[in-house]
């Protein structure tokens, strides 16, 4: 039995959308007003829009609950999966001592907390976001960010901000490559017009980030490193993104803005050192002097980490990791039962149980590796790891249910209703394009998803009103971002990360104004790309079919794992060198103390 998706239950378009809304209206009232809990707003907005795709739109019961069920069981895996590798190789840090050796050299660069923010939250969080994404960025950066000392909800409200202009390009540019896939618009121009919108945000988050953290007034002690900081990422951004393609603007734009900042703080400290009113004014002692051995034996987790992120995310290497371990499997009674409102074809329902090629599971082996480097033996990482288990059991409920309401809006049409409501607006389109984004990426949590979700309307829509396809499709891309910081999904790993779990509505009240203001942002630049400035737009022919063979993709894995192994083993082998040999160089926080030596404020 095959059941279409209806779009127009009431058989008024513009009384549907607000039906549709419903739900997700819901999660805004429980989270801000209401102060619920994540994972009980998740439940009820779940039961809600259970109910309505019921009632109106006609699904089958069994249908929505297979939904339900579907979307709760990705919620485990891969994405609570991820978050358990992030949290677990943060925990090992913590319970071997490393980190203390971390705070000590991270105050050596700065002890500022605007200056870690740009470091960790904006240029370390894009690089991971390039490599990973799903969730590992802010949840990596966070954990980082409150083991120095910041302020929880800051910690979190902060890395869920900068995880924004990164987005579109995550997991080596995953999102754009779906939305040239349902749309039929060439990666490459889906790039460039991404390019030529998200390093206009680039150039002013990190102000933006610190405006939050501090205030106008304080933001403006550190503008050269703002200013740096800004240009440097954006820069690379573009260029990547308009000359190289979608893969690789993040973790360029994150390295270089990185080393960009660090260059400067050797030549510049800022007048005073700020941080959080409520924090001890405590610093780490001047006399504490650590070998880059010992510093290189505390990064060694996340050097390890960062470079199984990097591998993981190449598409050779989750091709041979396949080829090995992949169980995929078509959701029983589920798979092909719904039928595309649109057309004739039906909706597929698989899972992909990619237990070797996770993200998750490359960070859980990067963690278990690290461990005799850091002094633990296996035994200690295994009790580590079960208590990271326990940590998490509330959060990962809490992203199990946000996903299984994701799937029932999804498949019973819902948020198509929405998005053929604003697709009646006509020459304004443009403007409401990056909002289908933005709502889709709510939705999921995932800009990859709302790409395939709403990018063949994006197309559609901006065809039929004269204007070129590419300004809305991308559209759906740079909005897409903005919702990432108030997805239930996103708040749910962030809370999960700064011990905030069961209090995501205070998270969902920090980020929801900035995500509203800077979506507006994004309104105004595509209506502006469509109509005013058009030259912006690149020319582009059609999609060249990939010659690319699954035999060829497995050799070139297999020599990834290859340099993998070998990056590790360097690892290890200049780790247990510098240690042995600890007082060869020495790395001194009395001698990188900032210049004024005044206490925080």
Not at 32 to 42: D, H, P, R, S, V
Not at 153 to 158: D, S, T, V
Not at 219 to 226: D, G, K, N, T, Y
Request: overall charge positive; some cysteine.
């Amino acid at each position: 039995m095959k059941w279409t998706q209806v779009i127009d239950p009431l058989n008024n378009i513009a009384l549907s959308a607000l039906l549709a809304t419903v739900p997700i209206a819901f999660i805004f009232w429980a989270l801000i007003i209401k102060k619920m809990k994540g994972y009980q707003a998740a439940v009820w907005a779940a039961v809600i829009a259970f109910l309505i795709a019921v009632v109106f739109y006609k699904m089958p019961v069994s249908l929505a609950l297979l939904s339900a069920a579907h979307g709760a069981l990705y919620g485990l895996f891969p994405i609570a999966w991820i978050i358990i590798g992030a949290i677990f190789v943060f925990n090992i840090s913590v319970k071997s001592g490393q980190f203390e050796i971390i705070k000590h050299f991270m105050a050596s660069i700065s002890s500022d907390r605007r200056l870690q923010a740009l470091l960790i939250a904006f240029s370390f969080g894009s690089f991971l976001e390039g490599t990973a994404g799903f969730g590992a960025p802010v949840a990596i950066t966070a954990a980082i960010l409150i083991g120095l000392g910041f302020n929880p909800l800051y910690a979190a409200g902060i890395c869920l901000v900068a995880n924004t202009v990164p987005v579109a390009f995550g997991s080596v540019g995953i999102p754009v490559t779906v939305a040239s896939q349902v749309s039929g618009i060439p990666e490459l121009a889906i790039s460039q017009m991404v390019g030529r919108t998200l390093p206009l945000l680039s150039l002013l988050l990190p102000f933006y980030l610190v405006v939050i953290i501090c205030g106008f007034k304080r933001s403006l002690e550190v503008m050269p490193a703002i200013l740096v900081s800004g240009i440097s990422f954006a820069f690379f951004q573009w260029f990547t993104s308009n000359y190289l393609g979608p893969a690789l603007p993040d973790i360029f734009a994150g390295i270089f803005s990185m080393i960009s900042l660090m260059i400067l703080l050797r030549f510049w400290k800022p007048a005073t050192t700020w941080r959080f009113p409520d924090e001890p004014t405590t610093s780490a002692s001047g006399n504490t002097t650590y070998s880059n051995g010992q510093i290189l034996r505390a990064w060694a987790p996340f050097i390890i980490m960062t470079l199984f992120i990097l591998t993981w995310g190449l598409r050779p290497v989750k091709e041979t990791l396949d080829a090995i371990g992949l169980i995929k499997f078509n959701i029983p009674w589920l798979h092909n039962a719904i039928q595309y409102h649109d057309s004739a074809s039906l909706l597929p329902q698989t899972f992909k149980f990619n237990f070797l090629s996770a993200s998750g599971t490359g960070m859980l082996i990067a963690a278990f590796i690290s461990l005799p480097l850091v002094g633990l033996k296996i035994k200690e990482g295994l009790r580590i790891f079960l208590a990271t288990l326990n940590q998490l059991k509330l959060p990962i409920l809490t992203i199990a249910s946000v996903l299984g309401f994701a799937y029932i809006v999804n498949n019973s049409g819902i948020s198509i209703t929405i998005a053929g409501a604003l697709a009646k607006t006509g020459i304004l389109f443009p403007f409401f394009a990056p909002i289908l984004g933005w709502l889709g990426v709510f939705i999921t949590g995932s800009d990859t998803s709302s790409n395939a979700l709403f990018g063949r309307l994006q197309q559609a829509t901006a065809t039929s009103i004269g204007v070129d396809p590419v300004v809305t499709v991308s559209a759906n891309c740079s909005g897409g971002v903005v919702g990432k910081m108030i997805s239930p999904q996103s708040i749910a790993v962030a809370a999960a990360a700064v011990g905030l779990a069961g209090k995501e509505a205070n998270l969902f009240g920090f980020t929801v104004r900035h995500s509203f203001i800077i979506l507006f942002l994004v309104c105004i630049i595509t209506l502006l790309q469509a109509y005013a400035v058009p030259w912006v737009i690149p020319t582009y022919m059609s999609i060249q079919n990939s010659t690319t063979t699954v035999k060829k993709e497995l050799v070139t894995g297999a020599y990834y794992l290859l340099a993998l192994l070998i990056s590790v083993i360097a690892v290890y082998i200049l780790t247990r060198r510098a240690n042995r040999h600890p007082d060869l160089y020495r790395h001194s926080e009395r001698n990188a103390r900032l210049p004024d030596g005044q206490e925080a404020e």
